[in-house]
């Protein structure tokens, strides 16, 4: 109904990815982005991963090094740097960065446990005690699935 409706654009992006259909995606995703301006370090990251995850990796390099250098200057969540991270495949990155998330008492948090950018982290022992930490999951399902 509102065609620059930027998170009407985030969500279909994020439909496309869910069905590998990236040029789609990353059109939706870099709409999104160009509605909300620059203040959305998010929108931000999420491109950055979209283009990983599409083979673009010098383009999400290049997303995630802006990120980096704007973190310098204003607050940039370690929820989007990881997500880029994630995207290209850096799994130590992609966990350490949610780490000092947590640290920060970082909203964004919340949606690791049902956020699907991250199923493929869900079996890693280190993802799954921060979310028990972080209070996503409840403690008696963290033993079961360890043994």
Same mark, same amino acid.
């Given at each position: 109904m509102e065609p620059n409706y930027f998170l009407a654009h985030l969500y279909a992006a994020s439909a496309y990815i869910e069905k590998g259909m990236y040029p789609e995606a990353i059109g939706e995703a870099r709409r999104a982005r160009e509605i909300a301006g620059a203040r959305?370090?998010?929108?931000?990251?999420?491109?950055?991963?979209?283009?990983?995850?599409?083979?673009?990796?010098?383009?999400?390099?290049?997303v995630l090094e802006g990120l980096l250098k704007s973190s310098a200057e204003r607050y940039v969540s370690p929820y989007t740097i990881a997500l880029v991270h994630n995207g290209l495949g850096e799994r130590d990155e992609a966990?350490?960065?949610? &780490?000092?998330?947590?640290?920060?008492?970082? +909203?964004?948090?919340? %949606? /690791?446990?049902? &956020?699907?950018?991250?199923?493929?982290?869900? +079996?890693?022992?280190? %993802? /799954?005690?921060?979310?028990?930490?972080?209070?996503?999951?409840?403690?008696s399902s963290l033993h079961q699935m360890c043994g």
């Open positions: 959305s370090t998010y929108l931000e990251a999420f491109l950055g991963y979209v283009l990983a995850k599409s083979g673009k990796e010098a383009e999400a390099r290049s966990l350490a960065w949610p &780490e000092r998330a947590y640290a920060q008492r970082n +909203p964004a948090m919340v %949606f /690791l446990k049902v &956020e699907p950018k991250w199923n493929n982290l869900r +079996p890693d022992l280190r %993802f /799954l005690g921060l979310l028990r930490r972080a209070g996503l999951t409840p403690h």
